[in-house]
T-cell receptor
Framework: GAVVSQHPSWVICKSGTSVKIECRSL??????MFWYRQFPKQSLMLMAT?????????EQGVEKDKFLINHASLTLSTLTVTSAHPEDSSFYIC?????????FGPGTRLTVT | GESVGLHLPTLSVQEGDNSIINCAYS??????FIWYKQESGKGPQFIID?????DKRQGQRVTVLLNKTVKHLSLQIAATQPGDSAVYFC??????????FGSGTKLNVKP
């Protein structure tokens, strides 16, 4: 099946700094990708839809200026957590669709100290 | 987003028994559902899907049942194995492949 990768797999950053997470579709092109956040022992929460060549659309309650999304090519979407705070510590997961199925990346664990 | 919830947060079964995980969804207009398995520290893994024009779909050792009348999904795992231990989520496709996930059920398989 199709493969979605994420980089890095884990990252530790200090409060106030920004961190970028990459999501790549390795063997297919994706005009749309999705970003989710998952807190420990909780479900995945959809944050935003990343659209290639246009602005991302954010779910209600998600700050677009804090979670910057760039979908510059058909195989890459990036999520930048700006001015990170400890409460942003979470597991961030992306997904991309191919031929009617949705494939998820392995996730990025972000810890903000 | 719409609400997709699960009845049982934790399910313990004996190895070799069958498992049934349930899920309720709230949007009667949803037309596509997926069950995912998530192991600790990993992303969700596709198990099986079903579209709203079907009531039942079978895979290898897994069966998904959809009851649109009561907006209920279930995942049946036959002959549960230790490797099946994970958290299982149902996800509801609202539109354009946006999925909203239920709260998850942790499956513990006892040897």
């Amino acid at each position: 099946g199709a493969v979605v990768s994420q980089h890095p797999s884990w990252v530790i950053c200090k409060s106030g700094t920004s961190v970028k997470i990459e999501c790549r579709s390795l063997d297919f092109q994706a005009t749309t990708m999705f970003w989710y956040r998952q807190f420990p022992k909780q479900s995945l929460m959809l944050m935003a839809t990343s659209n290639e060549g246009s602005k991302a659309t954010y779910e209600q309650g998600v700050e677009k200026d804090k979670f910057l999304i760039n979908h510059a090519s058909l195989t890459l979407s990036t999520l930048t957590v700006t001015s990170a705070h400890p409460e942003d510590s979470s597991f961030y997961i992306c997904s991309a669709g191919d031929r009617g199925e949705q494939y998820f990346g392995p996730g990025t664990r972000l810890t903000v100290t | 987003g719409e609400s997709v919830g699960l009845h049982l947060p934790t399910l313990s079964v004996q190895e070799g028994d069958n498992s049934i995980i349930n899920c309720a969804y709230s949007n009667s207009a949803s037309d596509y559902f997926i069950w995912y398995k998530q192991e600790s520290g990993k992303g969700p893994q596709f198990i099986i899907d079903i579209r709203s024009n079907m009531d039942k779909r079978q895979g290898q050792r897994v069966t998904v049942l959809l009851n649109k009348t009561v907006k209920h999904l279930s995942l049946q795992i036959a002959a549960t194995q230790p490797g099946d231990s994970a958290v299982y989520f149902c996800a509801e496709n609202m539109n354009f492949n946006k999925f909203y996930f239920g709260s998850g059920t942790k499956l513990n398989v006892k040897p």
